[in-house]
Antibody, heavy 122, light 107 residues
Framework: QVTLKESGPVLVKPTETLTLTCTVSGFSLSNARMGVSWIRQPPGKALEWLAHIFSNDEKSYSTSLKSRLTISKDTSKSQVVLTMTNMDPVDTATYYC??????????????WGKGTTVTVSS | SYELTQPLSVSVALGQTARITCGGNNIGSKNVHWYQQKPGQAPVLVIYRDSNRPSGIPERFSGSNSGNTATLTISRAQAGDEADYYCQVWDSSTAGVFGGGTKLTVL
């Protein structure tokens, strides 16, 4: 059974750096055909794609947030980490990680974690 | 940047057919994916690559994509289909893109 679980702080202060961890099971981050995406959703708003990473370390970032995001993976720990710098109250959202089951162009996410809610407030 | 446009809401009578559209410039040349999200839950993939259903998704869910519009069709709508639906594509310049979401109401 494929599962993904997000973890990280519930509350961060403005200007701080957010670090989120996605721990996966049921598949390997070394699988050449799979990847992991991060997506967020502010309260009452739409989904927003943030970044993804594949086993060959290919990475891609949201063009609007690229300067603030870093995605990495630790295959031995089955974890994907997303950092976002200079947090602002508008970054308050539920953050999801999800599996990309195929490296063929036209990426989609077939299994999602339950999400972790992050509030940015002083 | 590439943008996807969805209607804010769609209503359908119980047992009838709902159609949710996703507009984008020449979207027919891209692979479109659809997600269902119920309140307080994570999204669930219901259609991938225009018209493919993941295992466990009812045959009532289908998709099409041509020209500037992709469509998610839900036949014989049930109360349990009430949810927000999002389309998504991958664009070479914009990367991952989601539509603004459509709230489906089953009357």
């Amino acid at each position: 059974q494929v599962t993904l679980k997000e973890s990280g702080p519930v509350l961060v202060k403005p200007t701080e750096t957010l670090t989120l961890t996605c721990t996966v099971s049921g598949f390997s981050l070394s699988n050449a055909r799979m990847g992991v995406s991060w997506i967020r959703q502010p309260p009452g708003k739409a989904l927003e794609w943030l970044a993804h990473i594949f086993s060959n370390d290919e990475k891609s970032y949201s063009t609007s947030l690229k300067s603030r995001l870093t995605i990495s993976k630790d295959t031995s720990k089955s974890q994907v980490v997303l950092t976002m710098t200079n947090m602002d109250p508008v970054d308050t959202a539920t953050y999801y990680c999800a599996r990309i089951p195929s490296a063929v162009s036209g990426y989609y996410m077939d299994v999602w974690g339950k999400g972790t809610t992050v509030t940015v407030s002083s | 940047s590439y943008e996807l446009t969805q209607p804010l809401s769609v209503s359908v009578a119980l047992g009838q057919t709902a159609r949710i559209t996703c507009g984008g410039n020449n979207i027919g040349s891209k692979n479109v994916h659809w997600y269902q999200q119920k309140p307080g839950q994570a999204p669930v993939l219901v259609i991938y690559r225009d018209s493919n259903r993941p295992s466990g998704i009812p045959e009532r869910f289908s998709g099409s994509n041509s020209g500037n519009t992709a469509t998610l069709t839900i036949s014989r709508a049930q109360a349990g289909d009430e949810a927000d639906y999002y389309c998504q594509v991958w664009d070479s310049s914009t990367a991952g893109v989601f539509g603004g979401g459509t709230k489906l109401t089953v009357l």
